[in-house]
T-cell receptor
Framework: KAGVTQTPRYLIKTRGQQVTLSCSPISGHRSVSWYQQTPGQGLQFLFEYFSETQRNKGNFPGRFSGRQFSNSRSEMNVSTLELGDSALYLC???????????FGQGTRLTVV | GQSLEQPSEVTAVEGAIVQINCTYQTSGFYGLSWYQQHDGGAPTFLSYNALDGLEETGRFSSFLSRSDSYGYLLLQELQMKDSASYFCAVRDPGTASKLTFGTGTRLQVTL
């Protein structure tokens, strides 16, 4: 069974640009969550989607947005990038909210 | 809000036993999970405790005391490959869809 796939693995962007990250969950998993990981703030929850609906959102500015498609694949978008957005962005999928989350390898975003 | 505290670093010798503690403050409680993350890798689920007591999975065990808001991860027969960061996490009591992670403990296994 294939794991959670995130693309791209590495990305370098310039301040002010926007970026879209992609996540393909494990087959059969309808819940997809996104997390930001930085050395200073650790792992922080961004948002969670289930069956194309956002069910929960973390404390991030509106520049961070996401969506989920009918095949459960998810994308997150960050607009007007800031240096502080440099982080590892992790996607996690699970069958439902009562089961454990399986994480992808993440996308390492560097903003210069 | 929710907060979880862990020691930042732990060092232990190969073959030894090490315990990583986690204390939490939550507005509700829906179980304590543990994840392992190697440098450059994805967090990997290790264990979950919903009730008080010890859960054992091979060389790893996890303990929970809800009355003390405390849990720990016990790693036995340490191997070099166990060198990684370990995170405890709790689920959001409202929706259970959000995980709040601890600060993480970096375990260094030495010869």
């Amino acid at each position: 069974k294939a794991g959670v796939t995130q693309t791209p693995r590495y990305l370098i962007k310039t301040r002010g640009q926007q970026v879209t990250l992609s996540c393909s969950p494990i087959s059969g998993h309808r819940s997809v969550s996104w997390y930001q990981q930085t050395p200073g703030q650790g792992l922080q929850f961004l948002f969670e989607y289930f069956s194309e609906t956002q069910r929960n959102k973390g404390n991030f500015p509106g520049r961070f947005s996401g969506r989920q498609f009918s095949n459960s694949r998810s994308e997150m978008n960050v607009s007007t990038l800031e240096l502080g957005d440099s982080a590892l962005y992790l996607c996690a999928s699970r069958t439902d909210i009562y089961t454990e989350a399986f994480f992808g390898q993440g996308t390492r975003l560097t903003v210069v | 809000g929710q907060s979880l505290e862990q020691p930042s670093e732990v060092t232990a010798v190969e073959g030894a036993i090490v315990q990583i503690n986690c204390t939490y403050q939550t507005s509700g409680f829906y179980g304590l999970s543990w994840y392992q993350q190697h440098d450059g890798g994805a967090p990997t689920f290790l264990s979950y405790n919903a009730l008080d007591g010890l859960e054992e999975t091979g060389r790893f065990s996890s303990f929970l005391s809800r009355s003390d808001s405390y849990g720990y991860l016990l790693l036995q027969e340490l191997q070099m490959k166990d060198s990684a960061s370990y995170f405890c996490a709790v689920r959001d009591p409202g929706t259970a869809s959000k995980l709040t992670f601890g600060t993480g403990t970096r375990l260094q296994v030495t010869l």
